[in-house]
Structure formats: structure tokens, C-alpha cells
């Protein structure tokens, strides 16, 4: 998708209204691959190697400064640097029994395994050395073979190694090996930038949104810029502090198995592909994961830990984005506030509630200029921390 300009008043809500569509459409799957036609090509694979940073193999594609040499096999080669590069090994694998078989890609750190264009192993990301599989029923013939490499730092590992009819797993032999095309490539209209603009507020915001391993998941492209065109002054609001800068640029990433719904990092949220795919209409965990983007806190307290995931939900609360989620507006047994989310954020909204007093925006002021004390909340209540949490627990009797 191009560089765009989103409008002011973007209907947000009209867009999340649409993705259960979204979301019950089944992802198309590429077909079976059938075997190639035509004579064999010379014996070997095309290698590519990059000298890159970059944390997917995905990236690789859009790469055009590449050495490109024949190789007999799956493997590191000689002179590669220590760190920051990629490789690409592309070619055709004679399959001689028809069958199921299984691949397999140990890799520290990223790699993918295509059989034609489908995705058999996905290993990417940054990893220590770990070893995934995937099964492809193939009839006998030859196939394209795409490998995808990426090093970041430290170790360097990669094996390819396969089982199947008849062969016991083990590295493929080389005598499988021909040279054909690079069948493989990555949308490139899944990666797209809105500038989102708020000439009210002098702020603007690149949003990159990028769903090239969450194909099922093209709304977003529309639906998060909407969402903070929508929401981000009213998280200004809250969390903007004078003389403090507010990020430029954020990025939205899918991806799979990440461990969690969603997670930030830098300028950078991740969010888990399965989890968007069965509940995409979960927006406000974009306003949550935006929320310690500009947080941005300083050398935060060991004491104040609750606080960083607290107020990201205080601020989801009162943005109010998605009507499915919400606290709780009393103590409930076996509440903490020391977990942070749900628990911590029901207590700020108390403290603010009970004693009509602002407690969030100067604490987040203090952690983002580092100067945080526990204090604080004494000097705003009159209370302490302990003396207003006994206070809240009371609430639930």
C-alpha cells in the first residue's frame, strides 16, 4: 500500500464493525504444489548472501545487494561474517517416492523452508538455535525449493534435514538437488505507512503497518491508523508530558506464536497472528501496547513495576475503545495490585475516584522523567500506597 494521508475523522468504528467478516473469511492457502515439468536444470542450488540487519527473513526479498553463487548443499558457507547476514538457497529437490515427508530447519537465528510457494517450516525471528518441522504430501517429481536464512549476533547455526519414504531423517542429499527459478516472493502490499495528522495538536505520527505473516489480517491496515486517529489525543492527554518527545514513527507488526496477545518494543508493536485472527476486534490491546510506547519511562523503580502495565490499562479504561473489555469497579478476592493491568488499574481509577484527585498524569510525569518516589500518592491523598490499598479492599466487603 502506498504512502497515504488519513482523513481526520476516520470511522474507526464502522471498520471494527466489519472485522468479524474479516476474520470468519478462511485464509486463502496456496494450492498443493505440483511437480515441474520439463527438463532437470544443472546440478545445485543458487545461494544468495547479503550482508543485512534485519530480523526476517521476509526482509531479504526486497534486498538487491546480494553475492550469488552455486552451491551442493544447505549449508553456512565459508567467509560468511560473524554476524548480520542472510542467505537465500533457491532451486528445485527431485522427490522420488510419492508420500508424505517432513522437513526440518535448525536455525539460530531466523529460517523458512517453501516446497513451490508453500510455507512448510517456519522458523523465523530472532532465536537461539531451535529446530521446527512441517509436513507436505508430494506426488514424485521435481519441486522448487526455497531456503531462507537470517544471522543477527552471537551463534550461527543452520541445518536443513528431511525424512520421507523410504529415508530415515537425515540431511538431504545433494544428488537432489537442481537448478530452477526463485519461485518465492513476500507482498510487498503488506507492508503499508499512514501518516496520521492533528494540526490542533502540532503532532503527527507514521504508523507502518505490516501483515505479510498475517495475510488474514489486511484490515489492519486501515483499522489501526483509524483506531489512533481516533484515540491518540485523548492518550495525549493523559500521558504527554511538556518538553518531552512524543515518538514519530510507530510500526505494527504480525506475527506468529509470539507468546502473548501483543507486546512492545522500542518503536515497534508486535501482535500475535492467532490471537488477532480469533479476536480481531480487540482494540483496545492497540491502545494498551501504544500506551508504553509513549511511556517511555527512565530507569523505572523495582517499586513502580505495577505501575508501567497499571496505567497502560487505566489509559485503555478510559479511552474506552472495545465495550467487551473492562476492570472491575470493586475489590475482588485475590486481587493485586503489584501484578499491575487489570488489578492496578482499578485501583488508580478508585484513588482517583475516591479522593477526586489526579494521581495518574503526575506519577507518569515522575517515572518518565525518572524522578519517581512512592510518595507520591501520599502527597496526593494523604495516604500511602499500603494505607489506600487496605482502603480499597474494603471495597469488596
Sequence with gaps: MPLTHAPRSAQWFLLATALALYASAALAQEPSPAPLTGPAGEPGLTLRYFECDVDTVLDLDSLDDYTETVVDAIALPEGARDDYF?????????????GEYTFYTTSDDGSRLYIGKSLVVQNDYPH???????????????????????????????????????????????????????????????????????????????????????????????VIPAVLQEHYPAMLDILAVEDMPLPEAIGFVVRPEIGAPAYASGRRIVLDEGWFTANPDDLGCFIHEMTHIVQAYRNTPRDAGWLVEGI??????????????????????????????????????????????????????????????????????????????NEYQETGE
Design 128 to 222: 537461539g538455535a531451535t529446530e521446527k518441522s512441517g509436513a507436505i504430501a508430494l506426488q514424485a517429481g521435481r519441486y522448487p525449493l526455497y531456503v531462507a536464512y537470517f544471522e543477527g549476533v552471537v551463534d550461527q547455526v543452520l541445518e536443513v534435514a528431511w525424512e520421507g519414504p523410504g529415508i530415515e531423517k537425515g540431511p538431504i542429499p545433494s544428488d537432489r538437488f537442481t537448478q530452477h527459478e526463485k519461485v518465492v516472493s513476500f507482498p510487498r502490499d503488506a507492508v503499508s505507512t499512514t501518516v496520521l495528522e492533528w494540526p490542533e495538536l502540532d503532532v503527527t505520527l507514521a504508523v507502518t503497518v505490516d501483515t505479510r505473516d498475517g495475510q488474514g489480517l489486511a484490515q489492519f491496515h486501515e
Design 312 to 389: 497502560a490499562d487505566y489509559v485503555r479504561h478510559k479511552i474506552g475503545a472495545d465495550e467487551r473489555w473492562s476492570i472491575p469497579t470493586r475489590y475482588r478476592d485475590g486481587m493485586d495490585y503489584t501484578r499491575g493491568y487489570g488489578d492496578a488499574a482499578a485501583f488508580l481509577i478508585w484513588i482517583e475516584d475516591e479522593y477526586d484527585v489526579e494521581v495518574v498524569p503526575p506519577v507518569n510525569e515522575a517515572l518518565k522523567r525518572g524522578r519517581y518516589r512512592a510518595d507520591l500518592f501520599e502527597e496526593r491523598t494523604g495516604k500511602t500506597i499500603e494505607e489506600l490499598w
Design 86 to 98: 542472510g542467505l537465500e538457497f533457491f532451486g528445485a529437490i527431485d522427490i522420488a517416492e510419492a
